[in-house]
């Protein structure tokens, strides 16, 4: 039984496991997927790595120094490929002086053929002129068929992977469309807003990020400097310190184009190094920028421990405080104090971490209609709360009915009330041991009952029959006596809240001493004595009051 109970969390567990694994299996590299080189593709002929990371980190580039060094990155990475280009040109046509075999060593031949046909045809088209008429017109129509064999063969030839140099050239025309574009509308970014401690921490792993990418486009192009360099070096070596008088021309030629080489691959160390240093520079106002975001880190969470620490200190100045208000207002006072502390604490962090709403009033009427709608109970509750810390509240320590429950109230919190059940008010009132919580929705939802004044005066009595030897009235005038001797001091302290009452009420006033009343009874007259106490103590003055009147009794008349 147990096994089928846990098998929903079983479940839960596997399921979890199972979305960890697939977020972390198809989490991002963090290098573009354009960028990523597989082992079976094909090697481009020109490597655009650097012109291509130059493009991307522009975007990033915030500041007017940054934008700066972009621009500056931008330009040598492209003249970098400049000159990248014009090498392998000169080397696609070293390649193409020599001879091809099998199936391109055919398609050669035929485009050469074909050449020399086209060229004659220009010729021919040249010397017939203007006025040859249906002569130039045919001259002309072989020409075009002529010049389209030629370019169908080119394309076999480049198809076949003979012909590299077309395909270099248009590679070439295809980067300097794009150049023009590039140099027209390169984009930069805009500073990111840095007002919150979320757009702070938000702000701090973005330049991150952007310093990672930058060092590894630094490390990037220090690393082609060190191949450029290496490649130098050999083809240096190669190189005859002084060339045969009698070499031949061709010689003469390959050693011309290897010295060209030679002078490009130096251009290109110079370009990829001062790459490097661009990227450096760039690296660093970044860097600096990181500074300026953790400055800002430290002064939103410096903000938040200020006020934390204010909000305990004021919190312990509160307790001092309060401590000379009246100890059944005392929990009302604390309470409603310390939750607004804890609002306006929690509100102003929110304000750091997140910054004011934007839409503020949108927010506010769609919490407000669900909380309506699903929380109707406890904000009626919670609403109750404070009709309940109002002025005609009730208070700790206050004997009250609350849906026919009588008893003491021991705690008052947002949502419930709770009291120490006593008896009724014409009973004992001793304590039952039993507590009782009431929503606080009573309060706005129903009535309940609570002592006018605040010393929680009521009119308790107590009855005893008198035998009737002796002068019964004068007994109860003593007895009178004894009562109002006892309930003096309360008595007075009830008339002042109770003047206190009627001038603020506007109700009738009348007199707190006690009353005596005589009834026939059985076995002589019932004394009923009425008299003024408070609540809590009406035990004890009742109890004070029968030994009082018992002595009395027991003097021999």
């Known amino acids: 039984m147990k096994s089928f109970k846990s098998l929903p969390a079983l479940v839960l567990v596997i399921l979890f496991v199972v979305c960890l694994f697939a977020y972390y299996s198809t989490r991002d590299s963090g290098t573009p997927t354009a960028a990523q080189k597989s082992v079976s593709a094909e090697q481009p002929l020109v490597d655009t790595s650097l012109l291509q990371s130059a493009v991307n980190l522009a975007p990033l580039a915030a ?95 480049a198809r076949e992977g003979g012909d590299k140099r077309a395909r270099l050239q248009r590679l070439l025309r295809e980067h300097e469309a794009s150049d023009k574009v590039a140099d027209q509308s390169l984009r930069f970014g805009t500073l990111a807003s840095t007002g919150t401690l979320s757009e702070q921490f938000r702000a701090w792993l973005s330049l991150r990020e952007y310093n990672r990418q930058l060092q590894a486009a630094a490390q990037e192009a220090a690393a082609q400097a060190r191949i450029l360099l290496d490649r130098h070096d050999t083809l240096e070596r190669q190189l005859p310190s002084q060339p045969d008088a009698a070499a031949s021309v ?52 410096a903000a938040i421990l200020g006020i934390l620490l204010a909000a305990v200190l004021l919190n312990s100045f509160m307790r001092r405080a309060f401590s000379q208000i009246d100890r059944r207002r005392l929990h009302q006072v604390r309470v409603i104090a310390r939750i607004t502390l804890q609002l306006a604490a929690v509100l102003a962090i929110l304000l750091i971490l997140f910054g004011p709403p934007t839409q503020l009033s949108t927010i506010i009427g769609l919490v ?39 008893g003491e109230v021991i705690e008052i919190g947002l949502l419930k009330t709770v009291l120490l059940e006593l008896g009724n008010w014409t009973e004992t009132g001793h304590p039952t041991g039993r507590r009782v919580a009431f929503s606080n929705s009573f309060a706005m939802e129903q009535h309940y009952f609570n002592f006018s004044t605040s010393g929680q005066w009521l009119w308790d009595e107590l009855r005893l029959t008198l035998p009737t030897t002796g002068d019964p009235y004068e007994t109860a005038e003593k007895i009178r006596e004894i009562v109002e001797r006892e309930t003096q001091a309360d008595a007075a302290e009830a008339a002042k809240d109770w003047q206190r009452v009627t001038h603020q009420y506007g109700a009738r006033d009348f007199s707190a001493g006690p009353a005596v009343n005589l009834r026939p009874a059985v076995n002589g007259l019932e004394v009923v004595v009425r008299y003024i106490t408070r609540a809590p103590q009406r035990n004890v003055v009742k109890s004070n009051l029968f030994q009082a009147i018992v002595d009395l009794l027991r003097k021999p008349a």
């Open 368 to 406: 407000t209609a669900g909380l309506t709608v699903v929380m109707k109970d406890f904000i009626v509750a919670f609403l109750g709360w404070f009709t309940l810390m109002g002025k005609n509240g009730i208070s700790l320590g206050d004997w009250v009915e609350i849906e026919g429950v009588s």
């Open 250 to 301: 061709a010689l003469l030629r390959r050693l011309s184009a290897q010295h060209k080489t030679l002078t490009g691959l130096d251009q290109r160390v110079q370009d990829t190094k001062q790459l490097v240093i661009v990227y450096q520079r760039w690296s660093a106002l970044v860097r600096k920028r990181l500074r300026a975001i953790l400055h800002l880190m430290q002064g939103s969470l």
């Open 63 to 157: 500041t007017p120094d940054e934008q700066g060094e972009a621009r500056e990155a931008w330009r040598l990475a492209d003249h970098e490929l400049d000159l990248r280009f014009a090498a392998e040109l000169r080397e696609a046509e070293a390649e193409a002086s020599v001879p091809a075999a099998g199936p391109l060593r055919q398609l050669s031949n035929r485009i050469a053929q074909l050449q020399v046909r086209v060229d004659t045809d220009k010729k021919r088209v040249d010397d017939l002129g203007k006025n040859a008429g249906e002569a130039l017109d045919h001259a002309q129509a072989q020409l075009d068929l002529d010049q389209d064999e030629l370019d169908d063969a080119q394309q076999d030839l």
